[in-house]
């Protein structure tokens, strides 16, 4: 049974960094003295040239500027690699776990070193300067991490973009970003199948508006044959064979970009999201030392992709910055059975796991086959990611994977934020299954109403940031327009995270999930938007309204409904169709999980899409439509509510 408080375990307490006491004053001066406090956790990373200005924000309406650290020099690939060298050159940085259990290694820092400095000579010999894009569409090997490293290491900019994007996608990105080089590799391994990197680089690259790429720099990964353009292509072992093991890292401003990361909104393409050097760096890894509880002789395990901000922060830069040994695993928890997470908690000794609520409940539905044959005794800290956990996720998590005695960290974060913003802290934080709890240090929550108007209590309201945080996304990449418009314009003064939240009577906060049009698909993040643009993209498609609905164990569902053109019918084979389209046209994780053709749409008399009413169709709540008296044909929604495919 879920209980509604779990007290901090006293063996917890007994050695973590964080206690109660240290959370309650440390979070106190975060807020009253910002100043002081990241003067003195900035000193965390290694300076080239030590910061002398600490925090330098505006979030007032036309002059949003956020700047850290800003007169310090530092380079991210040293902190993150060689200041652990003097002391720590032979422990294990990372451990390899592939995607076939059979295959795994590990790598020292001083390998990592190796490794990365010479991709950065490679990177610099095909012409990539200092603030230049490199895209990277990687699998998740070790190989993404240096190619990530090798950037922050001479001051490119890296535009990391998932392996699971479809060729389209990644055009878009290059396009945005003008990347001058593409970092790629012949196939990605993913659950027994593979991925044709290369092919859809390929296919991206021939798009006619993709002219800013220069080379392609491939790795080989399974050996596979794939198309190779002497003009363009590159093999990563050949530009690197004879290059030097050493390459001097770059000194790079505190506010020069460390790189742009594309994330859906509720409109128009992808952002670039973008962030800098210093302050991202801060951020991630103090809140990754202190929200994990991090020691020295930790096993750490990050199961997210590189493509995602978690990866970013909490994979290459965070533990690394740390000088932590984690574990990098190329595959998925279901394969090859459903018991693979535990099996490589207990293969490499893994004390401290950090995953998604979508995982947790596709193997909650698979019995007792995740934990039975195996121990986890190692673990001591759990956290979670992407989404809201409900109660019997964090509970069925905490009992079967946990044995009851690891705290789950329950983060709630965005691409936009760098890092954790609301979250247990292992040695301080008593537990209530389903909340954030508490900020972390620096970050000052409040709800908000639809006017602005901030709420006091216990309340439901839309959450929203009160000033900035060293972690904070600067800007939309080439878009300062759009970063003010998106984030500081709904609340003049404040940022805006898009999230809806609860604060209970002990101050804890609950997220409710997105309270705009962007959804949250398995931990993903897809903007209706976006969807709907693919879909009408297609021929038979005249007109197309996307919305969520709840799905166990996706949390959201994507429900579709499209009308299609004049004189075309829709039959299986058409839906069929449209499904794959989307796949292709977008990625597999925007697949619709329900198409709906229908004749019409809900429309108010002005032509807008009622979505609310949409909403209420798809998640099978239609006896609450609420007012639909504004309509143009309200008979539409009788028929939608008859042929609804939720049920
Ligand atoms: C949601 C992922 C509830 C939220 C790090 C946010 C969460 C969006 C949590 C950002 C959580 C993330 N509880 N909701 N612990 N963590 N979210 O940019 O809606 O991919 O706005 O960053 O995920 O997704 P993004």
Same mark, same amino acid.
């Given at each position: 049974?879920?209980?509604?408080?779990?007290?901090?375990?006293?063996?917890?307490?007994?050695?973590?960094?964080?206690?109660?006491?240290?959370?309650?004053?440390?979070?106190?001066?975060?807020?009253?003295?910002?100043?002081?406090?990241?003067?003195?956790?900035?000193?965390?990373?290694?300076?080239?040239?030590?910061?002398?200005?600490?925090?330098?924000?505006?979030?007032?309406?036309?002059?949003?500027?956020?700047?850290?650290?800003?007169?310090?020099?530092?380079?991210?690939?040293?902190?993150?690699?060689?200041?652990?060298?003097?002391?720590?050159?032979?422990?294990?940085?990372?451990?390899?776990?592939?995607?076939?259990?059979?295959?795994?290694?590990?790598?020292?820092?001083?390998?990592?070193?190796?490794?990365?400095?010479?991709?950065?000579?490679?990177?610099?010999?095909?012409?990539?300067?200092?603030?230049?894009?490199?895209?990277?569409?990687?699998?998740?090997?070790?190989?993404?991490?240096?190619?990530?490293?090798?950037?922050?290491?001479?001051?490119?900019?890296?535009?990391?973009?998932?392996?699971?994007?479809?060729?389209?996608?990644?055009?878009?990105?290059?396009?945005?970003?003008?990347?001058?080089?593409?970092?790629?590799?012949?196939?990605?391994?993913?659950?027994?199948?593979?991925?044709?990197?290369?092919?859809?680089?390929?296919?991206?690259?021939?798009?006619?508006?993709?002219?800013?790429?220069?080379?392609?720099?491939?790795?080989?990964?399974?050996?596979?044959?794939?198309?190779?353009?002497?003009?363009?292509?590159?093999?990563?072992?050949?530009?690197?064979?004879?290059?030097?093991?050493?390459?001097?890292?770059?000194?790079?401003?505190?506010?020069?970009?460390?790189?742009?990361?594309?994330?859906?909104?509720?409109?128009?393409?992808?952002?670039?999201?973008?962030?800098?050097?210093?302050?991202?760096?801060?951020?991630?890894?103090?809140?990754?030392?202190?929200?994990?509880?991090?020691?020295?002789?930790?096993?750490?395990?990050?199961?997210?992709?590189?493509?995602?901000?978690?990866?970013?922060?909490?994979?290459?830069?965070?533990?690394?910055?740390?000088?932590?040994?984690?574990?990098?695993?190329?595959?998925?928890?279901?394969?090859?059975?459903?018991?693979?997470?535990?099996?490589?908690?207990?293969?490499?000794?893994?004390?401290?796991?950090?995953?998604?609520?979508?995982?947790?409940?596709?193997?909650?539905?698979?019995?007792?086959?995740?934990?039975?044959?195996?121990?986890?005794?190692?673990?001591?800290?759990?956290?979670?990611?992407?989404?809201?956990?409900?109660?019997?996720?964090?509970?069925?998590?905490?009992?079967?994977?946990?044995?009851?005695?690891?705290?789950?960290?329950?983060?709630?974060?965005?691409?936009?934020?760098?890092?954790?913003?609301?979250?247990?802290?292992?040695?301080?934080?008593?537990?209530?299954?389903?909340?954030?709890?508490?900020?972390?240090?620096?970050?000052?929550?409040?709800?908000?109403?639809?006017?602005?108007?901030?709420?006091?209590?216990?309340?439901?309201?839309?959450?929203?940031?009160?000033?900035?945080?060293?972690?904070?996304?600067?800007?939309?990449?080439?878009?300062?327009?759009?970063?003010?418009?998106?984030?500081?314009?709904?609340?003049?003064?404040?940022?805006?995270?898009?999230?809806?939240?609860?604060?209970?009577?002990?101050?804890?906060?609950?997220?409710?999930?997105?309270?705009?049009?962007?959804?949250?698909?398995?931990?993903? !993040?897809?903007?209706? =938007?976006?969807?709907?643009? #693919? &879909?009408?993209?297609?021929?038979?498609? %005249?007109?197309?309204? $996307? @919305?969520?609905?709840?799905?166990?164990?996706?949390?959201?569902?994507?429900?579709?409904?499209?009308?299609?053109?004049?004189?075309?019918?829709?039959?299986?084979?058409?839906?069929?169709?449209?499904?794959?389209?989307?796949?292709?046209?977008?990625?597999?994780?925007?697949?619709?999980?329900?198409?709906?053709?229908?004749?019409?749409?809900?429309?108010?008399?002005?032509?807008?899409?009622?979505?609310?009413?949409? !909403?209420?169709?798809? =998640?099978?709540?239609?006896? #609450? &439509?609420?007012?639909?008296?504004?309509? %143009?044909?309200?008979? $539409? @929604?009788?028929?939608?509510?008859?042929?609804?495919?939720?049920?």
């Amino acid at each position: 049974m879920t209980k509604n408080l779990y007290p901090v375990p006293q063996a917890v307490k007994d050695r973590a960094l964080i206690s109660n006491e240290d959370y309650l004053a440390m979070y106190q001066e975060s807020v009253a003295n910002p100043d002081s406090f990241w003067a003195e956790h900035g000193k965390r990373l290694d300076w080239i040239k030590p910061f002398t200005q600490v925090k330098n924000t505006c979030f007032e309406p036309n002059k949003v500027s956020i700047k850290w650290f800003e007169d310090g020099l530092l380079n991210a690939s040293y902190n993150c690699i060689d200041r652990h060298l003097k002391d720590n050159a032979n422990k294990t940085a990372l451990i390899f776990e592939g995607d076939s259990p059979e295959v795994s290694y590990s790598v020292t820092y001083q390998q990592v070193h190796d490794n990365v400095a010479k991709i950065a000579n490679g990177l610099k010999k095909l012409g990539v300067e200092k603030g230049d894009r490199v895209a990277v569409y990687m699998p998740m090997t070790l190989d993404a991490i240096y190619a990530m490293q090798a950037c922050a290491r001479i001051g490119a900019v890296h535009s990391v973009i998932f392996g699971g994007f479809s060729p389209n996608a990644i055009a878009d990105r290059i396009v945005d970003s003008q990347a001058k080089v593409i970092i790629t590799a012949d196939e990605a391994r993913r659950g027994g199948r593979t991925v044709p990197l290369k092919a859809n680089v390929d296919e991206a690259l021939a798009r006619k508006d993709v002219t800013s790429i220069t080379h392609c720099l491939v790795f080989k990964n399974t050996q596979a044959d794939v198309d190779f353009d002497p003009a363009i292509d590159v093999w990563a072992h050949e530009l690197t064979a004879d290059l030097p093991a050493v390459c001097e890292p770059e000194a790079m401003n505190a506010e020069d970009p460390l790189f742009i990361l594309y994330t859906s909104g509720s409109t128009g393409k992808p952002k670039g999201v973008m962030h800098t050097t210093g302050g991202y760096l801060t951020y991630a890894s103090m809140t990754q030392e202190f929200i994990f509880d991090i020691h020295p002789d930790d096993i750490y395990w990050c199961a997210a992709d590189v493509g995602w901000i978690t990866g970013h922060s909490y994979i290459v830069y965070g533990p690394m910055a740390n000088g932590c040994t984690q574990v990098i695993f190329e595959g998925v928890p279901t394969y090859p059975s459903s018991s693979r997470i535990g099996d490589v908690v207990d293969k490499h000794q893994v004390t401290v796991l950090y995953t998604a609520p979508t995982a947790i409940r596709a193997l909650m539905a698979k019995g007792d086959e995740p934990y039975a044959t195996n121990k986890r005794d190692t673990l001591r800290v759990m956290g979670s990611v992407g989404e809201p956990i409900n109660p019997e996720a964090w509970n069925w998590y905490y009992e079967n994977i946990g044995n009851s005695q690891c705290p789950i960290v329950d983060t709630w974060w965005q691409t936009e934020t760098g890092g954790i913003m609301i979250t247990p802290l292992p040695g301080a934080t008593d537990l209530k299954p389903g909340s954030a709890t508490r900020p972390f240090f620096g970050v000052q929550p409040a709800l908000a109403d639809a006017d602005g108007n901030l709420l006091e209590g216990a309340i439901d309201g839309n959450l929203v940031i009160l000033d900035s945080w060293p972690g904070q996304a600067r800007t939309i990449y080439g878009d300062h327009e759009r970063f003010e418009q998106t984030y500081f314009s709904t609340y003049a003064n404040r940022y805006f995270t898009g999230d809806g939240a609860r604060r209970d009577e002990d101050g804890y906060f609950w997220i409710t999930g997105r309270v705009d049009d962007v959804l949250n698909v398995s931990g993903h !993040r897809l903007g209706t =938007a976006e969807i709907e643009s #693919a &879909l009408v993209a297609h021929e038979s498609i %005249a007109e197309a309204a $996307v @919305v969520g609905y709840p799905h166990d164990i996706k949390g959201q569902g994507i429900y579709v409904y499209v009308t299609p053109v004049e004189g075309i019918e829709a039959d299986e084979e058409l839906t069929k169709a449209v499904r794959n389209w989307v796949r292709k046209e977008l990625s597999p994780i925007a697949t619709p999980d329900l198409i709906h053709w229908t004749t019409g749409l809900p429309k108010t008399r002005s032509g807008k899409i009622m979505r609310r009413i949409l !909403r209420k169709i798809a =998640a099978n709540e239609h006896q #609450a &439509l609420g007012d639909t008296s504004t309509l %143009a044909d309200p008979s $539409v @929604v009788d028929d939608l509510i008859e042929n609804r495919l939720n049920r």
